[in-house]
């Protein structure tokens, strides 16, 4: 969804503006993740619960759960 407001942006379709959301648990690996910041096969995922998700913004590691306001700029 994200893609397509950015598009949507860029394309003069959309004004400026946000989007507020709220994540099941999750950690979102940004482009400057190394695969030395988080052992992705370790079983600790896969018992926690907790999605791992590319991501093709910047940044590393990150965790995001239910109760934690996000927001988002489309700008």
Do not use: K
């Not at 860029?10 to 940004?30: I, Q």
């Not at 018992?47 to 934690?68: F, K, V």
């Amino acid at each position: 969804m994200q893609q397509e407001l950015i598009a949507e942006r860029l394309s003069g379709r959309r004004e400026d503006g946000f989007l507020l959301c709220e994540h099941f648990p999750v950690v979102t690996l940004g482009r400057q993740t190394s695969p030395v910041d988080i052992n992705q096969d370790s079983p600790f995922w896969a018992s926690s619960g907790i999605a791992i998700e590319r991501a093709d913004r910047g940044g590393g590691p990150t965790y995001h759960a239910p109760g934690q306001l996000v927001v988002y700029p489309v700008i």
